[in-house]
């Protein structure tokens, strides 16, 4: 890894930790030991811990002082506490997005939800979740207030990053289900007054929190949990690099 620039080797380090929490290798809630890590991949600690900084500003670690850093355990609480403030600020997202919605931005959102379908009935959890997440950005943007749009990204991008991990790979989990779901947000987007867009999106996050609890208890119920990383079409790596891409296009907006 030497001959790699320091961004490149820090993505890249980033990008095989990932691999070993979507693989099961570093267990949720699993301590990372620094020193031994960066041995075993032959880097330093200090290149170790920029990589860390990247997993941890994506909600994959969580860094503990005097602790160390830890895979991160989405708990049911988690996913309530995420859902709670979801709750108050997309369906206002929604609301200020359909006064300015446009013929073409309509257009988008069930053009991504097109992808989104084609890429679940082929298993590719990666453009399932470029897809969904754009489908979700293009509302906040459509809202026209940046503060919302970023409050949104920080309560919204480590729940996706989980759901990517385990919930996609849940028994319980219906991708015709979720795609009916969304559809039914264009339509009120494109039909529906101001109360019934705000009513729509409130009722549909209750029903993706819920979906979210079920499918996290599903797996947390099997016995021996299936390997995620047989169930996706490409390396994880690639999901890794789908999380930067889709970050650093929202911070720039």
């Not at 919605?101 to 959890?125: T, Y």
């Not at 319980?172 to 969304?182: G, K, L, N, V, W």
């Not at 549909?204 to 119920?221: G, I, K």
Request: glycine fraction near 4%; hydrophobic fraction near 40%.
């Amino acid at each position: 890894m030497a001959n790699l620039s320091k961004d490149t080797l820090r993505n890249k380090v980033a990008a095989e930790i990932f691999e070993a929490i979507v693989s099961g290798n570093i267990q949720p809630g699993e301590r990372i030991l620094e020193e031994k890590l960066a041995k075993e991949l032959g880097i330093s600690k200090t290149t170790l811990r920029e990589a860390l900084q990247k997993l941890e500003h994506q909600g994959l670690v969580t860094k503990y002082e005097r602790r160390g850093t830890f895979v991160t355990k989405l708990r049911p609480e988690d996913i309530g506490e995420a859902y709670e403030v979801r709750l108050l600020l997309e369906p206002h997202a929604a609301v200020l997005a359909h006064e300015r919605m446009e013929p073409g931005r309509l257009s988008e959102l069930k053009s991504l939800l097109e992808q989104v379908q084609e890429a679940g009935a082929r298993g590719d959890f990666v453009r399932v979740f470029e897809r969904d997440a754009l489908f979700h950005q293009v509302i906040w943007r459509q809202s026209g207030n940046a503060l919302l749009e970023r409050e949104l990204r920080v309560v919204c991008f480590p729940l996706w990053a989980f759901e990517l991990i385990r919930l996609f790979a849940a028994p319980t989990y219906s991708f015709d289900r979720a795609i009916d779901e969304h559809r039914a947000l264009v339509d009120v987007l494109e039909k529906g007054d101001a109360e019934r867009v705000r009513n729509t999106f409130r009722e549909m996050l209750v029903l993706f929190r819920d979906q979210d609890l079920r499918n996290l208890r599903a797996l947390d119920s099997e016995p021996s949990p299936p390997s995620r990383r047989s169930q996706a079409l490409t390396p994880a790596a690639e999901i890794w690099h789908a999380f930067l891409e889709q970050s650093h296009s929202l911070a720039g907006r």
